[in-house]
């Protein structure tokens, strides 16, 4: 997927895009089913006696769905990273976030770079809307623009028993009012800066989900600051990098694709 003059300024102006129609029809309906069988077999639906991450987040989903992997290696959203982090390209994370009906747990102001410190700042994420997500259901809000104040330290909430508990890093914010909700319809994806400020509402519906798969591409030599700068282990998707362990990284996942 290329990207317009328009929308490259429009990102660099206020740190986030909404692309339309990313996945649409039986391919959507195809990954949604995939996501949900993988879902299924390790959690139910929300329970208020579980913690967030048992309720809202399995990591690896494209270890779990052919679709996915294919979607995650070689989909509409490698060449948005092309175009916005750079030609060297690696998967950094991939993960269902979802906020089932009857989650009405809100979820901070944050930065996704808080949550995994990367090295070179360029990473992004995105969220593909597997149902509409809006107000009611917990659609995601951000601060346009508050990428360009960079990285909010948290490093004193990142200890190794914080981050396996699931740490806290949310913000505080100066300009609350001046958040926008970022509404997708099925389909639809949100690309954020990693130092983007963002957060989510519960959902209040209750008859509706509000179902993402989160992608996040990162620089092929990004490091993580938080572990020593060690390289961030994820598959290679463009371009070269110096790591070799990058670079050799789930190989075994893109032969099963081209043999699948």
């Known amino acids: 997927m290329k990207l317009t003059s328009q929308q490259l300024e429009r990102f660099t102006e206020d740190g986030y895009l909404v692309l ?23 959690k139910e639906d929300f329970d208020p006696e579980a913690t967030w991450l048992q309720n809202s987040l399995l990591p690896d989903i494209h270890h779990r769905s052919r679709l996915v992997r294919d979607y995650y290696f070689d989909g509409p959203l490698v060449g948005v990273a092309e175009h916005l982090v750079g030609p060297n390209i690696k998967g950094a994370t991939s993960q269902l976030t979802f906020k089932l009906k009857g989650n009405i747990k809100p979820f901070g102001w944050h930065q996704d770079n808080g949550y995994g410190q990367l090295d070179p700042a360029t990473a992004i994420s995105t969220l593909t809307a597997l149902d509409d997500a809006d107000i009611e259901n917990g659609c995601l809000w951000v601060l346009p623009g508050s990428h360009q104040a960079g990285q909010v330290d948290v490093s004193d909430r990142l200890s190794t028993e914080a981050k396996a508990a699931g740490a806290d890093l949310s913000v505080e914010v100066d300009r609350e009012s001046d958040a926008v909700p970022v509404q997708l319809s099925a389909g639809d994806a949100a690309v954020l800066h990693c130092h983007l400020l963002h957060r989510s509402e519960g959902n209040l519906s209750t008859d509706r989900d509000r179902r993402i798969l989160f ?3 990162a620089d092929a030599d990004a490091v993580e600051v938080y572990n020593a700068r060690q390289p961030r282990l994820g598959p290679l998707l463009r371009g070269k990098t110096r790591y070799p362990e990058v670079a050799a990284f789930e190989r075994e996942l893109f032969a099963e694709n081209e043999t699948s």
Not at 20 to 42: H, I, N, P
């Open 20 to 42: 339309k129609r990313v996945l649409s029809g039986e391919r959507l309906a195809k990954l949604t089913e995939e996501c949900m069988s993988a879902w299924f077999a390790e």
């Open 215 to 217: 992608l996040r591409y």
